[in-house]
């Protein structure tokens, strides 16, 4: 168990992790990455068949349960502020995922539960770097990311460029 001065982190079941994603969660991810874009601009850039199957099993990644560890942080009145997830754990260069309670976002929190998750886990395992994606307007995630050193990667495809960002998240 891992803890700072709000909160108190330790691994957690992919079955309580689920319930809590899904009483934050409206399930429909990718509508909302397709819906941020203007129709035309979506019809373009799913022009290019390689380019979309990339895209569409890059989020399909961030679902697969299989090879994933789950982190929860919970507050001093115990309750589970977040959740964060890594996945494809067993390549080396794990995805980061995380989410907030509602109730407790903009409060610092993520902030607090990756910097001190990241620096553990940086320091316990043999990890270059931890990939994070989010969606492209996304800004409360955008500045977490860059508190944590994120740098910005290069788009690999037109739809990529316009519905998200990837970041790398290297040790201090």
């Not at 819906?35 to 679902?63: G, H, M």
């Not at 929860?72 to 995380?98: D, F, H, M, Y």
């Not at 316990?124 to 955008?142: A, D, I, M, T, W």
Request: charged share 25%.
């Amino acid at each position: 168990m891992l803890q700072t001065d709000r909160i108190m982190i330790r691994e957690m079941s992919q079955t309580d992790a689920q319930q809590f994603l899904n009483s934050v969660d409206d399930g429909d991810e990718m509508n909302g990455y397709l819906n941020a874009l203007p129709e035309d601009v979506v019809q373009d850039a799913l022009q290019n068949t390689n380019a979309v199957l990339d895209f569409v099993r890059t989020l399909s990644a961030l679902r697969d349960k299989g090879d994933m560890k789950q982190y929860g942080a919970w507050n001093r009145k115990g309750e589970l502020v977040a959740c964060a997830g890594l996945t494809s754990w067993s390549t080396g260069t794990p995805e980061l995922q995380i989410t907030v309670a509602d109730a407790h976002r903009r409060c610092g929190y993520a902030t607090e539960f990756l910097q001190c998750l990241l620096s553990w886990l940086f320091q316990n395992n043999n990890l270059q770097y931890v990939v994070y994606r989010l969606r492209k307007g996304n800004e409360p995630s955008e500045k977490i990311v860059r508190r944590l050193g994120g740098v910005q990667q290069e788009p690999k495809s037109k739809l990529e460029s316009l519905t998200i960002t990837t970041y790398l998240i290297y040790p201090n």
